[in-house]
């Protein structure tokens, strides 16, 4: 048996209204963040602080997407990012109506992208700002550019892939599934890779009988448990190993890693390990 079918997979479905809340939500969100964008790196002459700026617009983009993509119900990981990637581009293309208009002091809303292109060819002639007396032009710049619409297409992908995860959904009932993340310490368990394998062939008793007693309190478990808020025929566990180091200053940093994520495990069970968090907590 593939151990992939022990866990919660998307179904690939996509709503119809999820696509157009994508559509109409996200590209106004995207006119408005380039909007934003356009104006913050035209009025701010700090270099480094407008690499930032086109961080956050990207981040931004990617996570109005992935918002609407949830709240449209949409089950397909690969629509989502689609969306995501399309949106960032015209996220770019909105952002380059805004900056010219705020450039040419409010006189020529340039929406056609030829016209677009004609425009950034005659600034890129002489260059708009300079870092320590280099002004770029000509390839340079349009390298400069070209660099700026790969960083906002590459954080819209990251940040809709995060902000869509991998929640699941009840196809029964078409609702997200809800996660009850207990901050409840349990023991390590050692062997990982044998506690994987246990919990892939259905024995969850390494878990049932996990001890509130932590020997190393720099190393432990959690469990999170996820199950359809309505039908609770669905239900997924989730166990994190959790682990703190501390670093030369001192400060203690804290790691978590899923040593399993959305296994799909009986009502039953749910409710004995429900029952076990809220009698340790
Ligand atoms: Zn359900």
Request: proline share 3%; charged share 15%; net charge negative.
């Given at each position: 048996?593939?151990?992939s079918?022990?866990?919660?997979?998307?179904?690939?479905?996509?709503?119809?209204?999820?696509?157009?809340?994508?559509?109409?939500?996200?590209?106004?969100?995207c006119?408005?963040?380039?909007?934003?964008?356009?104006?913050?790196t035209?009025?701010?002459?700090?270099?480094?602080l407008?690499?930032?700026f086109?961080?956050?617009?990207?981040?931004?983009?990617?996570m109005?997407?992935?918002?609407?993509?949830?709240?449209?119900?949409?089950r397909?990981n690969?629509?989502?990012i689609?969306?995501?990637?399309?949106?960032?581009?015209i996220?770019?293309y909105f952002?380059?109506v805004?900056?010219?208009?705020?450039?040419?002091?409010s006189?020529?809303l340039?929406?056609?992208?030829?016209?677009?292109?004609?425009?950034m060819?005659?600034?890129?002639?002489?260059g708009?700002?300079g870092?320590?007396n280099?002004?770029?032009?000509?390839?340079?710049?349009?390298l400069?550019?070209?660099?700026?619409?790969?960083?906002?297409?590459?954080?819209?992908?990251?940040?809709c892939?995060?902000?869509t995860?991998?929640?699941?959904?009840?196809?029964?009932?078409h609702?997200?599934?809800?996660?009850?993340?207990?901050?409840?310490k349990f023991?390590?368990?050692?062997?990982?890779?044998?506690?994987?394998?246990?919990?892939?062939?259905?024995d969850?008793?390494a878990?049932?009988?996990?001890?509130?007693?932590?020997?190393?309190p720099?190393?432990?478990?959690?469990?999170g448990?996820t199950?359809?808020?309505?039908?609770?025929q669905d239900s997924?566990?989730?166990?994190?190993?959790?682990?703190?180091t501390?670093?030369?200053?001192g400060k203690?940093?804290?790691?978590?890693?899923?040593?399993v994520e959305?296994?799909?495990?009986?009502?039953?069970?749910?409710?004995?390990l429900?029952?076990?968090?809220?009698?340790a907590?």
């Amino acid at each position: 048996m593939n151990s992939s079918q022990n866990y919660y997979t998307h179904s690939g479905g996509i709503n119809p209204l999820g696509i157009i809340y994508s559509i109409v939500l996200g590209g106004l969100a995207c006119l408005l963040l380039a909007i934003i964008y356009a104006y913050a790196t035209f009025y701010v002459p700090f270099i480094y602080l407008n690499i930032i700026f086109t961080i956050i617009f990207g981040a931004a983009v990617g996570m109005a997407i992935g918002l609407c993509a949830n709240w449209g119900k949409i089950r397909n990981n690969k629509a989502t990012i689609t969306l995501a990637v399309i949106f960032a581009v015209i996220a770019v293309y909105f952002s380059w109506v805004a900056w010219l208009f705020a450039y040419t002091d409010s006189e020529y809303l340039i929406l056609s992208p030829l016209d677009q292109w004609q425009a950034m060819q005659m600034i890129a002639i002489d260059g708009v700002w300079g870092i320590r007396n280099i002004t770029p032009t000509g390839i340079a710049l349009y390298l400069i550019w070209l660099a700026e619409a790969a960083i906002v297409i590459a954080a819209s992908y990251y940040l809709c892939l995060w902000a869509t995860g991998d929640v699941p959904f009840c196809e029964r009932c078409h609702k997200w599934a809800k996660t009850s993340n207990s901050d409840q310490k349990f023991a390590d368990i050692p062997n990982k890779k044998h506690l994987i394998k246990q919990l892939e062939n259905g024995d969850l008793s390494a878990i049932k009988n996990l001890s509130t007693e932590i020997e190393d309190p720099s190393a432990y478990t959690q469990i999170g448990l996820t199950k359809c808020p309505s039908c609770s025929q669905d239900s997924y566990l989730t166990v994190k190993y959790c682990s703190i180091t501390t670093d030369k200053d001192g400060k203690d940093n804290l790691s978590a890693l899923n040593i399993v994520e959305n296994l799909i495990i009986s009502s039953a069970d749910h409710r004995e390990l429900e029952q076990k968090i809220n009698a340790a907590t």
